[in-house]
């Protein structure tokens, strides 16, 4: 682990461009696909299950890039895009808790959407609490996530699922 236990906007981008730990090690999407502004909390030991537990955080503003497009005239936060950000922060746990590859979502066991990111809302924070993590041929992380909008709970996802791969897994087409 790197120690360090929370992360900035410029931190996170840099890990977009190089890798946490640089090249070969799991990056980030960089703006506009980074789905938050920083992490305030990542842990190995806390959380529901004592294994991780890490806390984001994105501001939102009406001019976010998905407002104008998702749908024009009824601007909504697209949930795919909440959903994809609870799947980033369980990769990035996976580099930051010392394990190589590149991440790559697998999937979910559930996901249930109870409200929704309008441009009037002012933040969303992420919350993700790591179940288990598998370390052999491939790395795999499991977790549930939380996603709340000005402090009300909107999305649940159960088994988010994150495999680290490398990149000669990735270009014979292994996923």
Known sequence: MTGQNSYTKEELIECGMNGLRGPGTAQ????PML?????TKITSDEGAYNKGHIIAELDVSEDLWFFDCHFPGDPVMPGCLGLDALWQLVGFFLTWSGEPGSGRALGAKEIKFSGQVLPSAKLVRYEIDIRRMMRGKLVLGIANGTMYCDDRKIYEASDLRVGLFSRDALNAGAM
């Open 28 to 31: 980030l999407p960089v703006p």
């Open 35 to 39: 789905m938050f502004d920083r992490i």
